[in-house]
């Protein structure tokens, strides 16, 4: 599915992520970044992974797929950082719960040749931070994809299926139907 994928921002989420990415043997290459070196110490001491990277150029450097894991309020920062090292025809996703504001980042940066396709897995528990993260948050949960103008059908159907990979159950909207609904639900 994908070769080497790189997470970004270890909370929750991204170690959820990372766990059951492992745990499946989804791919043959996953590199953490977090700026909290209290996180990445955590992530080694545990055995989760050694594969982790405190440059964020560097953990994204030859990846396929790129997940944001990290708050909406950090994204501008992170796209910026990494933007110059994205490999060509990558897919960059995220698991933000808001999309429109951050796709309009995206368009504003006028990424070029990378696949941009906003993911917002329904999931999550009361308690936080990569000790709180577990393989099987994903498992029969909903993941909503928002796929951008430019987004390839193939790539879509590949995030579809490493979502469904690790147990979500999938479902493509706008982002404006996304934003929408989920306003009203929150």
């Given at each position: 599915m994908?070769?080497?994928?790189?997470?970004?921002?270890c909370g929750l989420i991204g170690s959820s992520i990372l766990r059951s990415i492992i745990r499946k043997k989804i791919s043959d290459n996953v590199v953490v970044f977090d700026k909290s070196k209290e996180v990445l110490s955590f992530l080694k001491k545990e055995n989760i992974t050694n594969d982790t990277s405190s440059n964020i150029q560097e953990a994204v450097h030859n990846a396929d797929l790129i997940i944001i894991a990290a708050p909406l309020s950090?994204?501008?920062?992170?796209?910026l950082s990494i933007k110059d090292n994205l490999k060509k025809n990558c897919i960059l996703t995220d698991t933000g719960s808001a999309k429109k504001e951050v796709n309009k980042i995206i368009q504003n940066l006028n990424l070029k040749n990378i696949s941009w396709i906003a993911s917002h897995p329904i999931a999550g528990t009361?308690?936080?931070?990569?000790?709180?993260?577990?393989?099987?948050?994903?498992?029969?949960?909903?993941?909503?994809?928002?796929?951008?103008?430019?987004?390839k059908k193939e790539d879509v159907n590949k995030l579809q299926n490493f979502w469904e990979s690790i147990g979500s159950k999938v479902k493509i909207m706008s982002f404006e139907e996304h934003d929408h609904i989920l306003s009203l639900t929150s």
């Open positions: 994908f070769k080497h994928i790189s997470i970004i921002g950090s994204y501008k920062e992170i796209i009361e308690d936080s931070g990569p000790k709180a993260g577990f393989a099987e948050l994903f498992d029969n949960r909903w993941c909503i994809l928002s796929p951008s103008e430019n987004s």
